[in-house]
């Protein structure tokens, strides 16, 4: 078995003992037998009890698995040995960490049994969560026509509430660039990437109870993605969300990256022989070059003369369409008389989700309820 002197492990309190004892099964000791032990930590989802609407992890961050021997040598003549634990990240992680400790005591035979043992670890010391109002239009989106209050929670790493931490919200826009790459099998496809445009940056303070509060304001920033971020100064800590925000209602100009067509979905999800539904903006007549693809191929692609008003275009969704495609469309407004400031080019890109029932698979298992060792019985 594999003890410490502080269950609750945090990468602030490193290093620390650890205690390791085994014992052959019919109660002898492991009198100085060969052990080892090595962890591998995680990452993991963040959740302080009493705060569970809050995020506390960081989309921004990544954290690549690693492992490390913490222990090589043997046991005692009682089979007990203790040894420093410490642990190390090799990045700051976006939230918390999970340790998975393999430890094994070898047999003079050469045989080994093995414990696993796994334990939630903090790699910081305070944390600070944010909580985003929930949007009510199409993918959770929230207006950009109204204030919306965005509340902050500094923790420490106990779960408890932690009082005057300073800390800093940062409002990234989310920008994202589409382009064709062939390659040597000759099938193009889409690459995107994303790219991250600080817009705003403001020092708080949170309160006696650990809480703080900020306004996203309306109409400051532009439609599409973007990403609200939190640190903690000294802790360094930080807690992210992406939000979209929506058209603005009292905003009738298209915003300034006019040349990407917001397109939306009536469903989610879709089945084979539905109907799907692609909403774009209002605009003036065009022409949309439609185009339905995959990862490896282009479906269909036909053009669409776009009425005056014409907010919808409907997809018949088949087979071969699952399980997902995306629907690009490509707007080409009127070159002469136009009345709008719009580029004449704008570009939009959604994916559909279909699902194909009779490619489900439903496999039942049929066994007796109980087996007696030593005999055979059919599955």
């Not at 971020?229 to 925000?245: I, M, P, T, W």
Request: with cysteine; glycine share 6%.
């Amino acid at each position: 078995d594999l003890t410490f002197d502080n269950p609750n492990l945090s990468l602030a309190n490193m290093p620390q003992k650890a205690h390791l004892f085994s014992q052959w099964l019919h109660g002898a000791t492991a009198n100085k037998l060969k052990a080892d032990s090595e962890v591998k930590l995680f990452s993991k989802k963040t959740v302080f009890e009493g705060f569970n609407q809050f995020v506390f992890d960081d989309p921004s961050r990544t954290f690549e698995t690693s492992s490390q021997k913490v222990f090589d040598g043997n046991l005692s003549a009682e089979g007990k040995v203790d040894f420093d634990l410490k642990l190390e990240a090799n990045n700051s992680p976006p939230g918390m960490l999970l340790a998975t400790f393999n430890t094994r005591v070898f047999e003079e035979s050469g045989n080994f049994s093995t414990a696993l043992r796994s334990y939630d670890v903090s790699p910081y010391e305070y944390w600070v969560g944010l909580l985003v109002p929930k949007g009510d239009s199409y993918y959770n989106s929230i207006s950009r026509a109204n204030d919306h209050e965005i509340i902050f929670q500094s923790l420490d790493e106990k779960g408890k509430a932690a009082a005057k931490r300073d800390i800093e919200v940062t409002v990234y826009e989310i920008g994202w660039r589409w382009w064709w790459d062939e390659g040597g099998d000759n099938i193009a496809s889409y690459v995107g990437n994303n790219s991250h445009t600080p817009k705003q940056k403001e020092s708080l303070a949170t309160d006696a109870q650990g809480r703080a509060s900020w306004t996203l304001k309306k109409d400051t920033y532009e439609w599409g993605r973007h990403l609200i971020r939190v640190c903690d100064k000294e802790s360094g800590h930080c807690a992210g969300q992406v939000v979209y925000l929506g058209w603005s209602s009292n905003n009738g100009k298209n915003p300034g990256a006019a040349t990407q067509l917001m397109l939306t979905t009536d469903k989610e999800k879709y089945q084979v022989g539905d109907v799907a539904t692609v909403r774009l903006p209002k605009s003036i007549q065009g022409r949309v070059l439609l185009s339905i693809e995959n990862g490896s191929r282009v479906l269909e692609h036909r053009w669409l003369d776009l009425k005056p008003n014409q907010t919808e275009v409907q997809v018949p969704v088949t087979a071969e369409m699952t399980p997902n495609v995306y629907i690009n469309m490509v707007l080409l407004l009127p070159h002469q008389a136009r009345k709008s400031d719009a580029p004449m080019r704008l570009y939009g890109i959604v994916p559909l989700l279909v699902e194909d029932p009779t490619t489900h698979l439903t496999p039942q298992i049929d066994l007796p309820e109980k087996v007696r060792p030593e005999t055979t019985f059919s599955v």
